[in-house]
């Protein structure tokens, strides 16, 4: 039997097989994007590690940027929400974008059918990240980012809002002096290290702690000037 009589008059198998392409890329990209996972940590408010066939995964939420860790009170702020909305043990859908250049996943994170990422912008505890939002529903984020600040919530609380996130790791990179946010000195700010001792990643244990000691004020484990100390523990 030839192949133009089983896939019909004029049909090559090698139109035939190019015209079912397009349909075999949806189908992959459909499941890659439509993962199950469970929460087993939340790092900051825009980044937690999953278990998701097995492997552990570090997420970083697609469409948003929340505050820094150093941007104190609304980086922990916004970590203490993120642990609210998406708790350890909770069994959530990835809708897997790209990898960022620190191989970590970025997605949206649902949990009942919920987007989290829209959720933490429309608590006032995220900025739709407007560098990143064209895989995204920008209008959705957008509108929820007015949202917040309409009703003043999380960084919208003081007027205009915090330094954006990306502001402050530009300006943390360059060596200028933004402050975190126009409002008055902010609680828990960076201090000087109590003592002279130096710390290398590998002897800190565990990111959280990498945390502590950049709040202690060991800002040479913030290696990029991102907030974040010793990203390679995550």
Known sequence: ????????????????????VPLLVLTSWVGATAKAATVISVGDGDTLRVLEGGQRVTIRLACIDAPETAQAPYGSASRQQLQA????????????????RYR???????????????RMVRLGQAFAYRQYLQNCDASSYLGAERAAQTSRLGVWSVPG????????????????????????KPIGALTPPVSGQRYRCREVGSWARAQELLRQGHTYLDGDGDGEACESLR
Request: aromatic share 6%; hydrophobic share 40%; no cysteine.
């Open 85 to 100: 909305l998406a708790p350890v043990g909770a069994e959530v859908q990835l809708r897997v974008k790209t990898l960022d």
């Open 161 to 184: 809002g915090i330094t954006r996130p990306w502001d402050w790791r530009h300006s943390r990179r360059s060596g200028g002096g933004v402050s975190s946010t126009p409002a008055p």
């Open 1 to 20: 039997m030839s192949w133009y009589l089983s896939l019909g008059p004029k049909r090559p198998l090698s139109r035939f097989l190019v015209s079912l």
């Open 104 to 118: 970590r996943t970025v997605a949206e994170i649902l949990l009942k059918g919920e987007i989290i990422n829209l």
